[in-house]
């Protein structure tokens, strides 16, 4: 488990390295995506499933509105039959693809049988949850007591990313002074 998860920082690493250094807007962005979706496999490893379904909304998302709004606004069609440009992002998309594959089947291969109890800590919730918090059931007694912070992190994510995708959206532009 460990040396996946330092593949995937590295991979992160490298990712964040070429979107820095990348000059093409749109390979940046792409970087980024690579970024946030090792975050994701990441998060599968560490049997973090809440926050990894939560990243690969958002980065889906992202990725889906600031590539569209990049080909939109500064892309050209250039009819060049052999562009060795092309070649090599093909090239490493595919190799990306190929590393996230390769990184989920070995997060999904290593992950529990689904229902079985990983943590010790997580049978004192099943057991003693809703009566240490005095919760109306189990689910609402894990999901506000005794992971609240989480929770409130992830609706925070989620309100900013919603907050994002509208301020890109909207069709009245601010006014100019």
Known sequence: MM???????????LGAIVALESRDLLSGIISLGIIGFALTIIFLVLQAPDL????II???LTLVILIAAVLKTTRKEVNDPVNKRK????????????VFLLAAWRALHHMPEFGHLTLRMAQAYVDQGANLTGAGNLVAAVILDFRGYDTLGEATVLFTSVAGVVSVLRKVGRKHA
């Open 87 to 98: 070649v090599l992002l093909w090239s490493a998309g595919l190799i990306g693809v190929a």
């Open 3 to 13: 040396t996946t998860l330092i593949l995937l920082t590295v991979l992160m690493i």
């Open 58 to 60: 958002i980065e889906t």
């Open 52 to 55: 990894a379904i939560v990243q």
